[in-house]
């Protein structure tokens, strides 16, 4: 649903754009340089992009969660911290966010 304040073709011509945005983005690796061979430089840093992007997207959740209105809470806290430790000992990311999981889950319950 489109907010009744926002005008609707300002709304469908910002979609528009960041739809060729996007579209222009993602062209420019895959149909560009699909086929041709990347520098060793670039091939090197493209390896940290999922590293990168994962610390991004949780990071936010984890330090001002809707949940608390915002405020940091001691069981996301602890729960990013298992899930970072047992990541680091056990290299397996599954058994890492499980940890982090039953972390999140069962505190509340030991507090």
Do not use: C, K
């Not at 970072?84 to 966010?97: D, P, W, Y």
Request: proline residues 7%; glycine residues 8%.
């Amino acid at each position: 649903m489109i907010d009744p304040n926002i005008d609707r073709v300002q709304f469908w011509i910002v979609v528009v754009v960041l739809g060729l945005a996007t579209y222009a983005i993602r062209f420019s690796f895959l149909g560009l340089l699909g086929n041709r061979v990347l520098p060793g430089w670039l091939q090197r840093s493209l390896r940290y992009t999922a590293v990168a992007v994962l610390p991004a997207l949780v990071a936010p959740a984890v330090l001002w969660p809707p949940a608390t209105g915002g405020e940091p809470d001691a069981a996301r806290l602890l729960a990013a911290v298992v899930t970072m430790v047992v990541g680091l000992a056990t290299r397996q990311m599954i058994i890492a966010a499980l940890a982090g999981v039953v972390t999140l889950l069962g505190l509340p319950f030991l507090l």
